[in-house]
């Protein structure tokens, strides 16, 4: 036990167990995250839940139209954003933020895609706070006021749609037929992580106490892959819930 190693330990010397395990906490506390992980978990739940709340937005069908809205509407509307060099955020409708969130979460593809579609102006430009879970009042109005103003056709917000035009919505696919470019798997996403939903539904994961500790504990888990690159870590689900935040904030993740 700890506490007898102590007891056998020198005086003023501390075990050399102990004093790795020391040295591996600092080692884990100096590492940057460039982002507030335990305030944007907190952010992530809560938007995993609205989600949630719209069992609709789950389906393969809603997914792949989504993936459309996402590519051919929403990142061409940012981008012609980004070309007037305005600072402010803009929040996209909810089944469009839900395959964003998808595709940041699968960081290699991400990169890519986004090299291939996207100039490197656009992402120099891109805004930190400008993320898939940012539910801004502000930045949902004037990202619809752009979408309306660009897309005459295209409704901005179908949640509440979704429902009574299934069955138009899957017409429409067909005839559309569209094709992504993009390379992740939003079908295989989609169900991986509502079933991470269940993971951490329970109350105490929106308590601030708990995920403060979980970003410690992510920090841990991160000088621990530092050191064995080549092994495969699985976490557990409070920290696997800061790693998929870290990786929202594409730029601070990938640095």
């Known amino acids: 036990m700890w506490s007898q190693a102590l007891a ?17 906490a600092r080692a884990a506390s100096e590492i940057q995250l460039g982002a507030s992980i335990s305030t944007a978990a907190g952010s992530l739940l809560q938007f995993l839940f609205e989600v949630h709340s719209q069992k609709l937005l789950l389906d393969p069908m809603v997914v792949e139209n989504a993936v459309r809205r996402y590519e051919t ?9 980004a070309a007037t060099r305005a600072r402010s955020v803009l929040a996209p409708p909810l089944d469009v933020a839900w395959v964003w969130l998808l595709h940041v979460l699968d960081p290699t593809s991400y990169a890519k895609d986004m090299q291939s579609i996207m100039s490197a102006a656009v992402m120099r430009w891109w805004p930190d706070e400008m993320v898939p879970m940012n539910r801004s009042g502000e930045a949902q109005a004037e990202a619809k006021a752009l979408w309306e103003g660009t897309h005459l056709y295209e409704p901005f917000d179908i949640t509440s749609q979704v ?13 559309l037929q569209h094709v992504s470019q993009f390379s992740t798997d939003f079908q295989a996403a989609s169900a991986a992580v509502a079933a991470f939903m269940y993971q951490v539904a329970l109350p105490h994961y929106r308590e601030g106490w708990f995920l403060q500790r979980a970003a410690q504990r992510y920090r841990r888990f991160l000088h621990l892959h530092r050191l064995h690159g080549r092994t495969t870590l699985v976490p557990p689900p409070d920290i696997d819930l800061c790693w998929r935040t870290h990786q929202i904030f594409h730029g601070a993740y990938c640095a």
């Open 8 to 24: 056998r330990a020198p005086a003023g010397r501390l075990p050399e167990a102990t004093k790795e395990r020391g040295a591996a």
């Open 73 to 81: 509407c929403w990142l061409p509307l940012v981008g012609a954003h």
């Open 163 to 175: 429902a009574a035009k299934y069955g138009a919505m899957q017409t429409y696919l067909e005839k």
